[in-house]
């Protein structure tokens, strides 16, 4: 199971990315966003797996809170 996160509202592409160890475009791709500036508040985004290194181990979900 991939893991996701849910758009918080002022959240950007880049900043989830960010947050998350990916870029821009893999998020993007994962989801089939085709304008990384149309994503809205509410939506849940698939991170994308693999190719990191870091601590996320997969599966589970976060839930993107503003401050984040």
Do not use: K
């Not at 758009?7 to 947050?19: M, Q, T, W, Y």
């Not at 998020?27 to 849940?44: E, M, S, T």
């Amino acid at each position: 199971r991939a893991a996701t996160v849910t758009v918080a509202p002022g959240d950007s592409l880049s900043a989830i990315a960010a947050r998350n160890g990916t870029s821009v475009a893999a998020l993007a791709r994962a989801n089939g966003i085709a304008d990384p500036n149309a994503i809205r508040a509410g939506q849940r985004l698939v991170l994308p797996g693999g190719g990191g290194g870091g601590s996320s181990s997969g599966g589970g979900s976060y839930r993107v809170r503003p401050g984040d």
